[in-house]
């Protein structure tokens, strides 16, 4: 079992829809999750992180985290086709004090106009 | 402007040759990373230091030899390069703290022929 899951799509939504990425985790005793979104040929950028249980809103994106269910997603309202982008769920592994962020294999977000 | 940096941008090499990546942060980071993004995208963490300490050492061949001269640097050695070497590296920095955002440089792709 991969330590960190996504499908990896192709997600394909109309622009204005609400686009749904989850992920899902192994190490029960994670504590930090990220989303990243990168672009083709560039590095990864840091949207949205989420620490406890619920959601947590940053304008048209929201993170959910379900501990109890080790899975976590992303919802970006309104997509635009400037979301178009693979979104990276990043976990921090375990107890670790190290940063170790565990990365899933992303999924490929399409948005079309 | 205040960033990762990395150098060179693009590296084609044959194989056998030794080659290092350098990176550098001015945003006053404690530690910094070394990732690997392989041509399914797939992002691994490779290395880490916290103020010159190696922290993480992930399973990765001793061909590749980290070095960290001060916090603000960590550069990467590889010797004798293999095809499957080819990918694009990330260096990244964060303040050390296991919540804390890391902020990636803009890759160092490598060609291995």
């Known amino acids: 079992q991969k330590e960190v899951e996504q499908n990896s799509g192709p997600l394909s939504v109309p622009e204005g829809a609400i686009a749904s990425l989850n992920c899902t985790y192994s190490?029960?005793?994670?504590?930090?999750f990220f989303w990243y979104r990168q672009y083709s040929g560039k590095s990864p950028e840091l949207i949205m992180s989420?620490?406890?249980?619920g959601d947590k809103e940053d304008g048209r994106f929201t993170a959910q985290l379900n501990k109890a269910s080790q899975y976590v997603s992303l919802l970006i309202r309104d997509s635009q086709p400037s979301d178009s982008a693979t979104y990276l769920c990043?976990?921090?592994?375990?107890?670790?004090?190290?940063?170790?962020?565990?990365f899933g294999q992303g999924t490929t977000l399409q948005v079309k106009p | 402007d205040t960033a990762v940096s990395q150098t060179p941008k693009y590296l084609v090499t044959q194989m056998g040759n030794d080659k290092s990546i350098k990176c550098e942060q001015n945003?006053?980071?404690?530690?910094m990373y070394w990732y690997k993004q392989d041509s399914k995208k797939f992002l691994k963490i490779m290395f880490s230091?916290?103020?010159?300490?190696?922290?993480i050492n992930e399973t990765v061949p001793n061909r590749f030899s980290p070095k960290s001269p001060d916090k603000a640097h960590l550069n990467l050695h590889i010797n004798s390069l293999e095809l499957g070497d080819s990918a694009v590296y990330f260096c990244?920095?964060?303040?050390?703290?296991?919540?804390?955002?890391?902020?990636f440089g803009p890759g160092t792709r490598l060609t291995v022929l």
């Open positions: 990244a920095s964060n303040t050390g703290g296991r919540w804390d955002e890391q902020f």
């Open positions: 945003l006053g980071h404690d530690t």
């Open positions: 190490d029960r005793v994670s504590q930090s």
């Open positions: 230091y916290n103020n010159k300490e190696l922290i």
């Open positions: 990043a976990v921090i592994h375990g107890s670790s004090n190290t940063g170790k962020l565990i």
């Open positions: 989420i620490y406890s249980n």
